[in-house]
């Protein structure tokens, strides 16, 4: 029931048949209902609710038209590009408001009142606060992208506050991959009698998906993730770290051994994140190191092979990790990692897939003839993390000292006048 001028745009980004959130969301919501889609990402959620905002955009065009609201700023970058590229055949504006970015050119973009924004909640409300004159009182579409995610992120007060001054009637689209207490909570406080459109209510992993582990000692884990990456040569990797210094460190390490790697974590800027994002999407990189924070809702078109390095410690995350292969009808491979004290974690995440997951086939005695070289290559990220952390250090005292000893006594000094009075 889309419109032709879309379908056109459809065609043009290459979307034949539409996916199966997209038959359930599409028809429910064109009739005008609200909607809660539970579908996993790379289920082409996006597209479920871009079309039927741009083609009531069609039919009652006006500004400020519809808000969609994003867990983390790489998603809110990936929404935009579709809306533009489904929308550009009919000049639809979107702006994104996020974190990391300059708030003046982003109240700029504000005033200029696009027909779609796209934001993280805390930049919308600092905007809802600070800007003036920005106000969305004419609102008709609300979505919450990775609902679930939004509200574990502890975005509450602020979504809270954003449904307080969104009209009532309005449309409001909730996805999300996981049906959570707090999901549910929401979906009271937003939705109108909603359409449930979920794509599979039971946690799965893709068929076409080749899922393995492999059973190591923990000091050896660096060695294995070597020999892995030589057997699997040519194809793109992703490989998730549990903290922003082991995925630094690892990217490291790698680089001394001639991979080409590049790390995402949240310790980055942001256009370097974005920067980091588009070479591995341009495959001038092949591997790309993340935390999970950096990873999910990344719509990252071919990666052949995810590999955990460090086991997820929630294993619903372990879903979120391995769903960047094997995307759109696509085959991939999942390694996961299980040293001797992960393994009550790894018999969660098969207990959650309902799988017992094979051994990925190795031989151990490459893997130790690479242990010399890794060895080094260790020694030499480790040398450059405290090089790369002394001159953070250095860049920070140079500014910071003064104004801080400034403002202790200053606090100090308050303590002490009081308990006289």
Same mark, same amino acid.
């Given at each position: 029931g889309v419109t032709d001028v879309l379908c056109e745009a459809c065609d043009q980004l290459g979307w034949k048949v539409p996916t199966k959130i997209q038959i359930e969301a599409i028809p429910? $919501? #064109?009739?005008?209902?609200?909607?809660?889609?539970?579908?996993?990402?790379? %289920?082409g959620k996006t597209g479920a609710f871009a079309l039927p905002i741009l083609q009531a955009l069609l039919?009652?065009? *006006?500004?400020?038209?519809?808000?969609? #609201?994003?867990? =983390?700023?790489?998603?809110a970058f990936q929404i935009s590009e579709q809306f533009e590229a489904l929308? %550009? &055949?009919?000049?639809? *504006? %979107?702006?994104?408001?996020?974190?990391?970015?300059?708030t003046m050119s982003q109240s700029l973009a504000l005033a200029k009142k696009p027909h779609v924004i796209i934001a993280t909640p805390g930049r919308l409300v600092d905007h809802l606060e600070n800007t003036k004159g920005f106000n969305l009182r004419a609102l008709k579409f609300l979505v919450m992208d990775e609902a679930d995610r939004i509200l574990n992120m502890?975005?509450?007060?602020?979504?809270?506050?954003?449904?307080?001054?969104?009209? @009532?009637?309005?449309? =409001?689209?909730?996805f999300s991959a996981t049906m959570t207490k707090k999901v549910q909570k929401l979906q009271r406080a937003a939705l109108k009698n909603p359409v449930k459109c979920a794509v599979s209510s039971k946690y799965q992993t893709v068929e076409k998906l080749q899922q393995y582990y492999i059973f190591i000692p923990s000091k050896f884990k660096d060695s294995y993730l070597v020999y892995i990456l030589n057997e699997l040569a040519g194809n793109s990797f992703m490989i998730f770290c549990s903290t922003c210094n082991n995925t630094q460190r690892t990217a490291l390490l790698l680089r001394n051994l001639g991979f080409t790697a590049i790390p995402l974590h949240g310790q980055? &800027?942001?256009?370097?994140?974005?920067?980091?994002?588009?070479?591995?999407?341009?495959?001038?990189?092949?591997i790309l190191l993340a935390t999970d924070v950096a990873s999910r809702g #990344?719509?990252?078109?071919?990666?052949?092979?995810?590999?955990?390095?460090?086991?997820?410690?929630?294993?619903?995350?372990?879903?979120?990790?391995v769903g960047r292969t094997a995307r759109a009808g696509r085959s991939g491979k999942s390694i996961t990692f299980v040293t001797q004290y992960d393994v009550e974690l790894f018999q969660r995440i098969e207990h959650l897939i309902g799988k017992k997951l094979p051994a990925f086939p190795m031989q151990e005695e490459e893997?130790?003839? #690479?242990?010399?070289?890794? $060895?080094? $290559?260790? /020694?030499?990220? /480790?040398?450059?993390?405290?090089?790369?952390?002394?001159?953070?250090? %250095?860049?920070?005292?140079?500014?910071?000292?003064?104004?801080?000893?400034?403002? /202790?006594?200053?606090?100090?000094?308050?303590?002490?006048?009081? @308990?006289?009075?």
């Open positions: 429910v $919501a #064109l009739q005008g209902r609200d909607i809660i889609g539970l579908a996993e990402t790379g %289920s039919e009652t065009p *006006q500004r400020l038209f519809a808000l969609v #609201l994003t867990p =983390t700023r790489e998603l929308g %550009s &055949s009919i000049g639809v *504006q %979107s702006t994104v408001i996020v974190g990391g970015i300059d502890d975005f509450e007060t602020e979504v809270d506050k954003i449904l307080k001054v969104v009209p @009532r009637d309005r449309k =409001t689209f909730l980055m &800027s942001q256009n370097k994140r974005l920067g980091s994002l588009n070479k591995f999407k341009a495959k001038a990189r092949s #990344l719509d990252i078109p071919h990666v052949d092979v995810v590999i955990n390095f460090d086991i997820p410690t929630h294993s619903k995350d372990y879903i979120h990790r893997v130790m003839m #690479l242990a010399e070289r890794v $060895a080094e $290559a260790q /020694r030499f990220a /480790r040398m450059e993390l405290r090089e790369q952390g002394e001159k953070k250090r %250095s860049r920070n005292d140079d500014d910071d000292t003064e104004e801080a000893i400034g403002v /202790r006594s200053k606090v100090a000094g308050g303590k002490k006048k009081k @308990r006289k009075a």
